[in-house]
């Protein structure tokens, strides 16, 4: 007889859509952000097995704090990115904040010049005009960056202005604005801002992905291009050029502890370098701030006899930063026979001896002690320190020269005495005047290592 029982079909399951708004439209900001919540899963993974059975109080306070900031981070950019409606956007009290955004622009600012003093005083001032919901995400966010650094870099005695890591948190939770709205200068200075406070973390992949996204950025407003400040007044063009000399810096010197490419090319920079005599910038009288002049980028000895232009003595050592990773670290440069890498390590050699002998005596790490205001010291420290790092990996001192490091296994084991690397008494001299300075700085986190 014929079958008659025939199985019960099984329907067909939709298929999902595709988001066809999402296909083709991504730009490389996308992929960044997408790239930056991987990492940031990657370090909240790496900081929860790292904390089973350690000693929490033994950790600098600045390392728990970025360890906090940085695994919220994942979590912050995919709220914001799929949420359409701005939070409210609060900020402490107008007369908490101003004195503390004060002190960020004679001390932190003037040094290492990411704002205009006059500009962001009148950026508070129209923050604070409107609601907590009619505020620019992009200058809430900048408000919130500047509290930060400041605090970082000058603890403020205060319950009314949140800490450093809750303004962080607060500028993380726009972060999409920033990097996806209409691109402006505040939008890079938002972001040098926050790779300055990430960067001391010990997992550099967070600022990496940052500063990738801050050149590329810099490079849409042509800010590495003085052809695009042409028709810009003095004030805002050096505003833009210094934005981008300290992303430089960042990037340089991230690059170098990386060992992974710098994202800007040399030669695709049409800039001067800043000026290196004084000028002074005055802070508006409406502001209640100090009517005295501020020195941008400039450190003076106590006595007032001695000047250092600090910031352009970073951006020559960014530049040397930059040649340590091409000439000794870059896959073009393994390609190179061993007489074509030594005559380049040489020539990195002999910039970075140029470089020193350019540093005024009074602002060398023994002699800063004694002659360099206590506030100012922070900024020598993080100087020579990074001075220490390029002097180490050209004499081929450091951990990451395969054949000193297995020189050393062989007098553990064998007992054959290594050879000493070129420059040795020099390197240990240099070493030992960093640590009496870090001794009088009294701080141990990553924050002073820049």
Not at 149 to 156: D, E, F, G, M
Not at 243 to 268: C, E, G, H, N, T
Request: proline letters at 5%; one cysteine or more; a negative charge.
């Amino acid at each position: 007889m014929d079958c008659t029982f025939t199985a019960p079909s099984r329907k067909a399951r939709p298929k999902k859509r595709r988001n066809c708004a999402n296909i083709g439209g991504a730009s490389n900001i996308q992929v960044h952000i997408g790239q930056l919540d991987a990492m940031m899963q990657h370090l909240t993974n790496h900081s929860e097995v790292a904390e089973e059975g350690a000693d929490v109080q033994a950790q600098p306070q600045f390392e728990r704090e970025t360890e906090t900031t940085t695994s919220k981070l994942s979590a912050i950019i995919a709220n914001a990115n799929g949420n359409n409606s701005t939070k409210s956007m609060v900020l402490p009290p107008q007369d908490h904040v101003l004195p503390v955004i004060q002190i960020y622009l004679k001390d932190f600012n003037a040094v290492l010049p990411l704002f205009d003093a006059n500009a962001l005083l009148q950026l508070v001032h129209d923050c604070y005009n409107v609601g907590p919901l009619q505020r620019d995400p992009v200058a809430w966010a900048a408000i919130n960056v500047v509290l930060a650094l400041a605090q970082r870099y000058t603890p403020v005695d205060s319950h009314n202005v949140p800490s450093s890591t809750e303004c962080i948190n607060r500028a993380e939770s726009v972060l999409s604005k920033v990097m996806l709205g209409d691109i402006q200068l505040l939008n890079v200075q938002v972001l040098v801002g926050m790779v300055m406070l990430l960067q001391a973390s010990q997992d550099l992949q967070p600022s990496l992905i940052l500063i990738a996204t801050v050149m590329r950025l810099a490079h849409a407003i042509g800010l590495h291009d003085r052809s695009y400040s042409a028709h810009l007044d003095t004030v805002q063009a050096k505003q833009r050029a210094c934005v981008f000399w300290l992303a430089y810096i960042l990037d340089k010197d991230l690059s170098m502890r990386s060992k992974q490419p710098s994202i800007q090319i040399d030669d695709d920079i049409d800039l001067e370098l800043p000026s290196p005599t004084a000028i002074e910038h005055q802070v508006g009288d409406w502001s209640n701030a100090s009517d005295s002049g501020i020195h941008s980028g400039f450190i003076t000895t106590a006595d007032g006899t001695v000047q250092m232009n600090y910031f352009v003595t970073r951006i020559q050592l960014a530049v040397i930063e930059g040649g340590i990773y091409d000439y000794l670290y870059s896959t073009r440069s393994q390609k190179h026979s061993p007489n074509e890498r030594s005559h380049a390590l040489r020539s990195v050699a002999c910039a970075l001896q140029q470089w020193k002998a350019s540093i005024p005596p009074e602002f060398s790490a023994s002699a800063a002690i004694m002659r360099v205001p206590s506030g100012m010291l922070h900024f020598i420290g993080a100087l020579h320190s990074t001075t220490l790092a390029c002097t180490t990996i050209v004499n081929q001192a450091h951990a990451w020269d395969a054949e000193w490091v297995a020189s050393l296994r062989r007098y553990g084991r064998q007992g054959i005495v290594p050879r000493l690397p070129q420059q040795w008494e020099a390197v240990v001299d240099e070493a030992r005047d960093l640590m009496v300075l870090l001794g009088v700085l009294g701080m141990t986190d990553s924050w002073n290592f820049w």
